[in-house]
């Protein structure tokens, strides 16, 4: 399947209430007044209409009954083609994304002959798969509501999707209306994300409309989309228990901007540390101080020092602090500030890779269990381990063999070739470039394999980082063969530090 997120990221969905009471000037006024919040708060935003065939879409029998529900409105609010061409129009004038919910087969052919941008599976419709069939054909981005839908029925959606090569996303919804706030489970949104890794996922609100804190939370849930009905009161037309007016909706997507302004990660989904937080947090900890005189070329011991605050700007805090391992650089009298930098190991090194390679563990989700051996290969060296190298889990070594291999970011694993080994790689998560006899190298995706043939030389990288799963026949300590020199002329051992357990 190939995604084509970036339509949905951080996208607004506006729908029009009560099918803008079946008026077309009355559909402008609503597109207008969306197209003002839009360019305020300089954002990404559609505006959904509904599309269906009364012709066909409602029984003969039934079309002039008023005791079924929700008939007489769709009758009474009636428009044509050419009316909803004329509100299509005016949602790209103001320089909105056009968007539709069809019905019906009919809807869709509506939609396609518009032009529209986005098509909109509507939870009552979500697993009706006559129009599923004809929404999938139209190779239109969709974005699929999935009220009242058990996961079961998400994780066919998402097959049939998939399977269909469509670029689609998901919203979570509670279909009551209004929905209590007791009863919107924004939870889910947590595991949508996690099950459904590669699409987009968003969150459709019936609450009332007064209500901000749900698209906050939403936003912080991972909701990358956001979907409220929309209306415009007169002294005739009154808006339903769940639409917002422009007002409400403008305070809706100040506070949805808000909540991503807090939730956004600000360093390349890293945890951006800023220099403010740093000084203020030095000036709580605790520095490293001379307990007695001590002379240039001493090893400190926890018995030479002792730790208070506060800590000067160049001192040593009390967590940098090695008994034992700290050599004074020059002489210090007693009571006076450790002025040392801490100095960098080869233990320091492999504990630091350790750590890094277990949290990329746990967020992949990948359990080890108890029985393995952690390998580390470092074929420069520890000091230049986080440059050249990879960290081997070897799980199972029979006739077949099964490892996890785990590429740091930035990390690459020099060329080498086995004669008795074949290998097939799965990428389990990250990235990872995998080149094979020179040829141009293959940028992998999770779930993307690669077979090594024997004697075939390769290498492999990662730029953010990457886990993969290797499967071959058995593994033969002696049989990896490297075409640097340097490296071929190392005993294994040299090159090579394992760890029964970290």
Not at 69 to 91: G, N
Not at 310 to 331: H, I, L, N
Request: with cysteine.
């Amino acid at each position: 399947m190939s995604q084509n997120n970036h339509i949905f990221e951080d996208l607004f969905i506006f729908e029009m209430a009560n099918s803008h009471q079946g008026s077309v000037e009355h559909g402008k006024d609503i597109i207008k007044a969306m197209g003002k919040i839009a360019r305020k708060h300089n954002i990404k935003a559609a505006v959904k209409l509904q599309y269906r065939d009364l012709d066909t879409f409602i029984h003969p029998d039934y079309k002039d009954r008023t005791d079924v529900k929700h008939i007489p409105r769709f009758m009474s609010t009636r428009l044509s083609y050419d009316q909803f061409t004329e509100l299509v129009d005016a949602v790209r004038a103001e320089g909105l994304v056009t968007m539709s919910t069809p019905f019906d087969e009919k809807g869709v052919e509506w939609c396609l002959d518009q032009g529209i941008d986005i098509i909109k599976v509507a939870s009552c419709s979500s697993l009706d798969w006559p129009l599923l069939a004809a929404v999938a054909a139209s190779k239109k981005p969709l974005i699929i509501s999935t009220g009242g839908k058990t996961m079961a029925d998400i994780d066919k959606l998402y097959n049939f999707f998939t399977h269909r090569g469509c670029e689609f996303a998901f919203l979570h919804c509670i279909a009551e209306y209004p929905a209590p706030l007791d009863g919107l489970q924004l939870n889910f949104i947590d595991r949508m994300n996690k099950r459904y890794r590669d699409t987009v996922i968003g969150y459709s609100g019936h609450e009332a409309p007064d209500e901000n804190m749900v698209p906050m939370l939403a936003i912080a849930k991972g909701a990358q989309i956001l979907e409220r009905h929309v209306g415009l009161p007169t002294e005739t037309i009154k808006l339903n228990a769940y639409s917002m007016n422009p007002e409400q909706a403008d305070k809706w997507v100040e506070s949805a901007l808000l909540a991503k302004a807090m939730c956004t990660t600000k360093k390349d989904n890293e945890k951006y540390i800023s220099q403010a937080e740093i000084d203020s947090l030095r000036s709580l900890m605790r520095g490293t101080y001379a307990k007695r005189d001590i002379k240039a070329g001493e090893t400190m011991t926890s018995d030479d020092v002792f730790f208070a605050m506060p800590c000067g700007e160049k001192q040593m805090t009390s967590g940098e602090f090695k008994s034992d391992k700290t050599v004074a650089t020059r002489d210090y009298k007693i009571n006076e500030e450790i002025c040392e930098t801490p100095k960098t190991t080869g233990v320091g090194i492999v504990r630091n890779a350790i750590h890094d390679a277990k949290g990329m563990l746990y967020e992949a989700g990948i359990a080890l269990g108890e029985d393995y051996e952690v390998e580390l290969s470092h074929h420069y060296g520890i000091p230049h381990f986080r440059q050249y190298g990879a960290i081997i889990i070897n799980i199972i070594n029979r006739e077949y063999c099964k490892k996890y291999i785990i590429v740091l970011p930035g990390q690459k694993h020099p060329e080498h070739a086995h004669r008795i080994k074949e290998e097939t790689f799965q990428l389990l998560y990250g990235d990872l470039e995998v080149e094979i006899d020179g040829k141009p190298a293959k940028k992998m995706k999770p779930g993307d394999m690669q077979t090594v043939l024997r004697g075939e030389y390769h290498a492999f990288s990662s730029v953010d980082g990457a886990i993969f799963e290797e499967v071959s026949t058995q593994h033969m300590k002696s049989d990896s063969y490297y075409r640097e020199k340097r490296i071929s002329d190392l005993d294994p051992m040299e090159r090579k530090t394992f760890l029964k357990k970290w």
